[in-house]
């Protein structure tokens, strides 16, 4: 099937890697990709909507409109791109007035919001078009020993009555995609606990990442896997600013679920940009070759 990848801006511009491990697993699934010129950012569904819902609404309209003229459903790739862009379809669907007021702001660019097509995350796409069975079916080397900790984070679920994903409290969706490579998905305490990214506090995100942190390691997993950027950049990083300001080293790898496609697929580590995370995943390698 065909699908126009949205790819946000995290990706592009500061992870490429994850770019890289859709190009190369989703084809496998039978996806073909049909890139689209246009797109800007989503945008923002924290700090640019809060500032201006309007301008916000408009520009996440014009990115539907540029998809629109494909006739191809959208998936994504980021959760808050997802976030926008549901969000902006269920505003407009909801209110034909303030429908009409976006497409005055988008006539002066020759664009209309028609409502005319889909938009899905990747992993929504996979679990409802292409089958759990199909992923299974495209593994070449099983993750048979790998534990991998989830991490939801909240814009993949919630609001749950704009998003329709899952269970939003009781979530499986990314546990079956896992289960699906082979892997074991690990559930701790904390995988439904925000990443911080949101919180305007210098020191609460921090903590957060440390609570996190603190429950997969308890369960023994051998990495964490998420499906947003947004969230690696938390987490990623806030590995090192722990072990920096508090003295407690995790060293638990975190690794964007079609990078851990991608290993099940048979691609190297380096072919799916494992090498450019701060925390390498090591003690995941080296389940792969024990």
Request: proline share 5%; aromatic share 6%; glycine share 6%.
């Amino acid at each position: 099937m065909k699908a126009v990848p949205f790819w946000g801006c995290m990706m592009p511009l500061k992870y490429p890697q994850m770019e890289l491990a859709i190009r190369k697993t989703l084809p496998n699934l039978g996806v073909e990709l049909v890139d689209v010129e246009g797109f800007t950012c989503c945008p923002d569904p924290i700090y640019f909507k809060a500032q201006d819902k309007m301008n916000w609404l408009t520009i996440a309209a014009r990115n539907l409109a540029v998809a629109e003229e494909t006739g191809l459903d959208v998936i994504t790739m980021c959760s808050g791109c997802i976030s926008t862009l549901k969000e902006a379809q269920y505003l407009l669907a909801e209110d034909e007035e303030l429908r009409f007021k976006i497409n005055q702001r988008l006539k002066k660019i020759n664009k209309e919001y028609q409502g005319k097509i889909k938009v899905k995350h990747v992993t929504v796409l996979l679990r409802d078009d292409i089958g759990m069975g199909a992923i299974t079916r495209s593994v070449k080397r099983p993750l048979n020993r790998i534990r991998v900790g989830i991490h939801y984070g909240c814009h993949l679920l919630k609001p749950s009555q704009i998003m329709n994903v899952d269970d939003a409290d009781y979530p499986q969706i990314l546990d079956d995609f896992v289960r699906a490579m082979g892997a074991i998905p690990v559930e701790h305490k904390e995988r439904m606990l925000c990443c911080g990214k949101g919180c305007m506090d210098d020191e609460l995100p921090l903590e957060m990442t440390e609570s996190i942190f603190s429950a997969i390691d308890e369960e023994q997993a051998d990495c964490m896997g998420l499906i947003c950027p947004t969230c690696f950049s938390s987490f990623d990083l806030g590995q090192l600013m722990i072990a920096r300001k508090k003295g407690k080293e995790f060293n638990i790898p975190v690794i964007y679920l079609f990078q851990l496609l991608g290993l099940a697929q048979g691609l190297k580590p380096e072919e799916v940009g494992l090498h450019t995370h701060r925390v390498k995943p090591e003690r995941v390698l080296q389940k792969l070759v024990g």
